[in-house]
């Protein structure tokens, strides 16, 4: 295993957790549409013969590694090659299905006892917040540009029909924000997280005149270069900048999927500057990743896989969250919404066929293995959210 990985070089050794963590892990799966095989054949679950299959190829390593950290286990040991499956989402959504019973009532009261919390130095500052977008984003723009569309949009589409393609939904999605916030000819309009620049791009197309801002030193030069491609530039102003940092007032603010980076703590202030920065009679449109409220209130303090791995600082809000920050901290509200959560599903799908299909092309830009799996992972455990409805992903439409 490289040593760029001793998270997943090393086992941890925890023979009376790794004990417990079988019990609970084979009393979990008994009633689950899901078979988990042995390699000495013994097979456990629920399931049919057309339920996915969870395949435990080394089970030492893997009750170790539930036993010590069973949050950010579970995904070690995929990375590790611990376990496998051929239908990846289709186990996690199982999963993901019963997230909220698949540990036993009377254990869960030990829950804070049994997990870490977030590190500290993952909060969002300003500086902490430039940190944990570069630790995701600012991985490589080539990475991205394997397995994202045309149009570079890394958040959910929007599907109009079975067979439209990824680029058309995609493009859908940010027409749709845009009219939420009323963008037309001469609109002052605030892009808070620019992405790659497509939904900058598009606004100034319908004759917007933008301001878009992001933390990600990489996807600040390429969205610049694809402004200045598409012609646009003397309507588009890119901005290496922090939300808390932006001044003036916009008739339109536009965010998509950045709020998740956003973490709980800074909630408030994040929906303060946003009313500080709109003028009168105008709208902000933003679209972001949801989850049930009882299970944000549940794991607000968590530190999980995805955290350690993929989005450091991250965390998700519920509806209610939002609707609750907005009426305590500001005179704003949600005027309209829609859900995308289904749309997603099938756009993380798309995504992670075409990593797959990419890998050799992404492996020459110098990532490995390891890698290889804890994205495909990440992508498959994303898309079992939607499936089992335990993630949402909702366009707002906010005023005051």
């Known amino acids: 295993m490289p040593a760029d990985w001793p998270d997943i070089e090393e086992v941890p050794h925890a023979p009376l957790r790794a004990a417990i963590a079988r019990v609970l892990f084979h009393q979990a799966v008994r009633t689950l549409p899901v078979r ?12 049919t013969a057309e339920s996915p299959v969870l395949r435990v190829v080394r089970p030492g390593r893997f009750y170790h590694r539930l036993g010590a950290e069973a949050k950010i286990g579970f995904g070690e040991g995929y990375m590790a090659g611990d376990w496998t499956s051929t239908d990846l989402a289709g186990v996690l959504a199982v999963f993901a299905g019963r997230i909220s019973t698949l540990v036993p009532p009377a254990l869960q009261r030990f829950r804070r006892l049994a997990e870490r919390t977030t590190p500290k130095t993952d909060r969002n500052t300003v500086e902490g917040a430039r940190r944990n977008i570069h630790h995701h ?16 949009t890394y958040s959910a589409a929007w599907f109009g029909s079975p067979d439209e393609s990824l680029e058309s939904a995609q493009l859908r999605k940010i027409d749709g924000l845009l009219d939420y916030a009323g963008v037309g000819a001469g609109s002052q309009v605030l892009e808070i997280g620019t992405g790659w620049g497509s939904l ?6 319908r004759g917007a005149e933008v301001t878009t801002v992001t933390v990600s030193a990489e996807q600040f030069d390429l969205a610049c270069n694809r402004v ?34 956003v973490g709980m703590d800074y909630w408030p202030v ?3 500057t946003l009313e500080r920065l709109l003028r009168t009679g105008g709208r902000i449109g933003l679209q972001t990743i949801t989850m049930p409220h009882d ?33 305590r901290q500001t005179g704003l509200r949600i005027l309209e919404q829609r859900s995308l959560g289904a749309d997603y599903a ?14 050799p092309r992404i492996e020459a830009l110098g990532f490995d293995d390891t890698f290889h799996r804890m994205w495909e992972f990440y992508l498959a455990y994303s898309e079992a959210g939607f499936l089992a409805r335990y993630l949402d992903d909702w366009q707002l439409r906010i005023g005051p």
Do not use: C
């Open 346 to 359: 099938r756009t993380l799908r798309l995504w992670r066929e075409r990593f797959l299909e990419q890998w």
């Open 295 to 327: 299970r944000m209130l549940a794991t607000r303090r968590s530190y999980t896989w995805i955290h350690k791995y993929i989005f450091p600082g991250g965390m998700l809000p519920s509806v209610q969250a939002i609707e609750d920050v907005l009426k």
């Open 270 to 272: 994040f929906f303060r």
């Open 200 to 205: 900058a791009v598009r606004a100034a197309e």
């Open 36 to 47: 988990v095989v042995f390699p000495d054949a013994t097979m456990l679950g629920g399931g």
């Open 228 to 261: 200045a491609t598409a012609g646009v530039a003397d309507r588009v102003r890119i901005r290496l900048q922090d939300y808390r940092e932006i001044t003036g007032t916009y008739d339109a603010i536009l965010s998509v999927e950045m709020f998740e980076a």
């Open 137 to 152: 984003y600012d991985l490589s723009n080539e990475l991205f540009a394997s397995f994202l569309d045309e149009t570079m």
